[in-house]
């Protein structure tokens, strides 16, 4: 994705999220999150008339006492439009053309947001509502949302912010959202650490993965398989591998000199991806000491274990 330099996001104005995606990959429901965050939430505006909408806004913002959803710390109108390929005059160009337009208003700071899913479960989705895919002209729905996805391939390598809703509910996105959008406000960047098994796929929302399959295996412990990287033993014995300190060493020396770089091209949001074979004992064990380390350098960090019940 290219580099992007985003006005200061102190400045009082507007701040736009521009929600776009895979139809079925759960546009309403992150519309209805970010309504929730304090969003002023609107869907299926004409390409059009987004910036008349959005000049609309940031006239009133110059009066913050009569704007129902602006945030008071920052004189701020928070506003979340969604735009796919059912919105009227949409195309990857004029959505393109529309989102530099919005870049060069005075005191508007946009994001584009691009929600993805897995084919298969795009599939199932649509089976089980029933609805129509909107491509799909009387096809079969995976030869629309394979139209649908080679139409939107230059988009998703432009978003700001992509999330895979693939086996996540409502709540999860809900939490997934808060993380990219709470630091716009504090001009600061959030990380988020997630472990995951290989065997069950790359995490595709991850900036960074990390592969830690050569350290010492729990599962071939008995005692050990049934627990997680969260248990003490099991941090102990993996903690023992003469591999494990050296490889951590190198991690965070690595991390450390990224943070300001991704801070200056404006990003707002990192997610680092730590891997393993079953995702339940070395991964788990790593992306926690790594969010221990990123509290103790003073930065945001939340941590999440993608294929593990806690």
Known sequence: MEATT?????????????????????KSQALKALEDMGF?????????????????SEREIQDPADAEHV??????????????IRTRDF????????????????????????LDCDDDELRRRYEETRHRHPLAAGRPVIDGIARERA???????????????????????K??????LASHSQGALSVFVM?????????????????????????????????????????????????FEPFFDSLTRLLQPLLPGFCA???????????????????????????MWFESIGQPVKVHHRDTEF
């Open 6 to 26: 985003f006005k200061n996001d102190s400045v009082a104005g507007v701040f736009v999220v521009l929600v776009t995606g895979m139809s079925g990959a759960g």
């Open 175 to 180: 939490r997934i959202l808060g993380g990219h």
């Open 71 to 84: 945030n008071a710390a920052h004189s701020e109108r928070r506003i979340a439009i969604g735009v796919d």
């Open 195 to 243: 472990s995951f098994a290989y065997r069950r796929g790359l995490p595709r929302e991850a900036d960074l993965v990390f592969d830690v399959r050569f350290l010492a295996n729990p599962h071939y412990v008995p005692e050990l398989r049934p627990k997680t990287g969260r248990d003490e033993d099991v941090a102990a014995y993996i903690s023992h591998d003469v591999a």
């Open 91 to 114: 195309g990857i160009e004029p959505f393109l053309r529309c989102c530099e337009e919005i870049e060069a208003m005075e005191h508007v700071t946009p994001r584009i947001l691009f």
């Open 265 to 291: 091209e404006g990003k707002s949001y990192l997610t680092i991806a730590v891997g393993c074979t079953g995702g339940r004992h070395r991964s788990v064990f790593v992306a926690e000491r790594l969010t």
């Open 151 to 173: 139409l939107l391939s230059g988009l998703r390598d432009r978003a700001d912010i992509m999330i895979d809703t693939s086996g996540r509910g409502p709540g999860e996105l």
């Open 40 to 56: 002023e939430a609107i869907d299926n505006v004409p390409l059009s008339l987004v910036r008349t909408l959005i000049a609309g």
